[in-house]
């Protein structure tokens, strides 16, 4: 920066301004230390567009005002505290800073320890320009005379210890100064100076934790150590060295033109959210599942359904417009148009051939009214053949030339099979005796005697076989299969029937329980249909027993008795 130390008189205030209006002020050599209050900033700072000219106001307790576009600051942009923008394409921030004349320290970290003998200091690098006006050792460690040496030191920064270097100019010396105020001096100091201070009280140094961090003029600079093997009181500079140690006390005074620190002001330029509706898929069909819009682009959102989401779920069943407002997070905005539109179902129709059927019967399912059919069972069969058990409703989907899916189903009605059952009027019949056969109800029949009556009345032989298919109302038919009817000559079957003299049977015929006694014990009793299979097995081990014949239909069977006497066999009739 630019150091001024100017008095200000009548005559030449005018040429004060121009000289400052046109100044190249660094921020960082101006803020700190400097009494000034920043000044504040008024005015529109947002534009939402593609460009815009802002008006900005400095208001503040000085009357020097100017503005800047970086920091650190370059030329000034406006030296009026109301500032009028170019046209900005882009946002772009402003700083504005306010100014005066002040006096300014170095301030010193407060004193830790103390140290007699040879001589220490700090250094720093001077980033900008001034003028150094006074000097101090302060009195914490001593009351005794002062010795202060300011040094340039041109090698940059000195060696560390024990290595030492007496590459410097020296730009101040004072030794064994009396008294405790500040010496004044004019040492001007170039930017990019590396600063040398020595000094003690004494030959007592004042120490101060090293590597400090602080700031001087706005300048952000760090005191290190520096010493030399020698008291300054009697040497001359000499032999300059560092190392990360303490620093001795020394004050630094400067006189100069002052800056506040800088009031920055954001000039926005923002352009409106570039809105965006999707949606996962744009088809939507009349009836069908609701759909989602999202919207992006923006940090706010109101749709024209009244909803602040960014997302919305929608139904329509005509084509619909919807309106979508956003924002951004400076509250820009912009709206957008989506347009939903809605396409018809497909309507399906089913034919079958027949329309009912009888259990066990197959009908035609036929579909039109879409491209692509799936039935609910997951084939996607057109024609469909079904055989179903019972009645069944046969659901479709179909999916049209638009991609929109419509669906139906069809009741396939099932009728059931009449029962059908021959009923003899007699279970035992002998051979030229007449009997009648009598078929389960229905509205129709037809026998395999050619007889379409209900009833018939037959003579069997030895052996006859009849059937009988019957019709009910439904139009459903079924048939008796063939039924097979035993005559039995009817002789040499009584109540009692003896193979020989030691066995008993009863009562024959029998509802179902017969009873046998024997002289013998009975060991096993086998009863036989007249083809010969075994229906019965029975074992024991007692002169009496009694045969459970409930199970057996009506005909007649032969008993086989095997024990310790003769084995018998005979016909016993179940009716």
Known sequence: MFHLKIKIMKKNYQTFLFVFAFLVLSFNGLQAQCNVAA???SGNTLVCGSSGIFTLTATGPSSITMWYTSIPTTMSVSTNPVFITPSLTTSTTYY???FAQGNVSLTMPAQVTTNTGNTRGYYFVALNAFTITGLRVPTDASMANSNIAVLNLTGGAPPAFPSTTNSFTTLYLGQNIAGTAVVPVNIPI???TTVGVLGDRGGVCSYATGSYSTTFLGMNIVLERLGMQFPLSSN??????????YISRVEIYADGLCSSSLTPVTASVIIPPALNVSTPSTLVCVGGSATTLTASGASNYTWSTASNDNTISVSPNTTTSYTLTGSNVVGCNSNVVYEVTVSPQPTINIASSPSLVC???SSTLTLTGADTFTWNSGFSINPLIISPALTTTYGVSGTGNNGCVGYTAFTMSVSPLPTVAIIPSSTIICVGQTMTLTASSASSYSWSTGQTSQAIAVTPGVVNVYAVTVTNAAGCSKNSGPTTFVSSPCTGIEE????????RVYPNPTNGQLTINSFHLIREIIVKDLSGRIVIEQTGNSPDARLDMESLAQGVYIVEIFGAGPSSSFRVIKN
């Not at 003896?498 to 066995?503: L, N, V």
């Open 236 to 245: 001359l500079p000499q032999s300059l060295w560092t190392e990360n140690s």
């Open 96 to 98: 504005a800073a306010q």
């Open 496 to 503: 009692n029937s003896f193979t020989d003299s030691t066995i």
């Open 39 to 41: 000044p504040t900033i």
């Open 359 to 361: 259990l066990g019967q």
């Open 190 to 192: 170039p930017a990019g």
